[in-house]
């Protein structure tokens, strides 16, 4: 649909690097190192491989259906009553990782710098403010990734070299050692999280102008070594021992760094980086949401429909999870089922029975040419 392009490949490339970042470079680094240790940096580059094979599937889907967001393949594929169900089970699994981003977010600021303020408050001026965006459309939001990116990835790579001045190569000794290369794949929740979630940009698919597929896989392969190198750093600064029993350990590595005796405050820098990084997926995940309903019922009035999506992601952020302990436990016993069932399984029937459908047709085809 050459109408419908809007974004440039190098704009998606951007849109899906800060996608994947979004929450994970201070929801995850914990989870990882408890998992595998000092050897932790390696699960971001097994599941970000992982990740290229998944957006894969996708772009394999998508040339059976150009031009078609993840949405109408679902109705063209199904049929109009099993589509349905499956774009409004789409629209809630969207709505639902909407919640958790937002969940994360207000958790992290009351756990950091803004302890007294109600979690609900954050909830709703960053659902205010992406609804907005959304409204303007996908090159709104495109747009707003690419410019914001420089002002993100400089300072950001800057700040973790200055918090590594107390790094020690001794906190990564002894390496790749049986339990720890164990822990790596036995962490099969970096799967659903965050790279099943990429399913998101699905919805995106048909607004990318060209190189859809390079600056997809591409996109992904960058944010799984950005993670990666991340964890490392982190590791090598604060160890094992300690960065397991911290909540955000990215923000307790930057929070006070020394230079020549000098402590320099610089998380608000770190802290500022994050919440860019979340407002951007939560932009794609309201984009999302609200292109499966319109494209699933057609309604003749956007408004009112953003307005029921906020209002519904501003009430499931709070019922979720009560705490970050509960969220953690649901990242390592569910995570990878529940967008595993998004992510892969419904691609995977909707490749099957577009398989199935051709296969019939032109069986039907050579019968009438016999006939």
């Known amino acids: ?66 031009g078609k967001t993840l949405a109408q393949i679902s109705l063209d594929v199904l049929g109009r009553p099993l589509g349905t169900v499956a774009t409004v089970l789409y629209f809630l699994y969207f709505t639902t990782v909407a919640g958790f981003v937002l969940r994360n977010l207000s958790d992290f600021l009351t756990g950091t710098i803004m302890p007294e303020t109600p979690g609900p408050v954050f909830h709703i001026m960053f659902l205010i403010v992406a609804g ?9 939001i495109a747009r707003l990734s690419q410019l914001l990116t420089p002002f993100l990835v400089f300072p950001f790579w800057f700040v973790i070299l200055l918090a590594t001045v107390n790094w020690d190569w001794v906190r990564f000794v002894p390496a790749f050692q049986p339990e720890t290369l164990a822990g790596i794949f036995r962490y099969q929740s970096i799967l659903g999280y965050p790279f099943l979630e990429t399913v998101a940009l699905f919805m995106l698919f048909p607004f990318v102008g060209n190189r859809l597929g390079r600056m997809l896989t591409g996109g992904i392969a960058t944010a799984a070594v950005s993670i990666s190198l991340t964890v490392f750093a982190i590791i090598g600064s604060l160890g094992v021992e300690r960065t397991v029993h911290l909540n955000f350990p990215i923000y307790s590595l930057v929070e006070e760094v020394a230079v020549n005796d000098v402590i320099i405050n610089i998380h608000s820098v770190i802290s500022i980086i994050l919440l860019v990084l979340i407002f951007i997926k939560l932009q794609v995940l309201y984009f999302a949401a609200f292109e499966t309903l319109r494209q699933t019922f057609k309604p003749r009035l956007r408004w009112p429909l953003l307005l029921g999506i906020m209002l519904l992601m501003a009430g499931a952020a709070p019922s979720i999870i009560e705490n970050t302990i509960q969220n953690w436990e649901w990242s390592s016993k569910y995570n990878f089922v529940y967008n595993g069932f998004f992510g892969l399984a419904i691609p995977i029937l909707l490749l099957a029975v577009t398989w199935i459908k051709a296969a019939a047709g032109k069986r039907r085809q050579r019968g009438g040419m016999t006939a």
Not at 5 to 31: D, E, K, M, P, W
Not at 44 to 58: E, R, S
Not at 132 to 140: F, H
């Open 1 to 66: 649909m050459e109408g419908n392009v809007t974004i440039r490949g190098s704009q998606f490339y951007f849109l899906t690097v800060n996608y994947i970042l979004g929450t994970t470079l201070f929801v995850l680094i914990q989870s990882l190192v408890k998992s595998a240790g000092r050897d932790a940096w390696l699960i971001p580059l097994w599941g970000g491989l992982c990740g290229v094979v998944f957006a894969l599937l996708w772009l394999l889907l998508y040339r059976l259906h150009p």
């Open 132 to 140: 907005y965006a959304a409204a303007q459309g996908v090159e709104t």
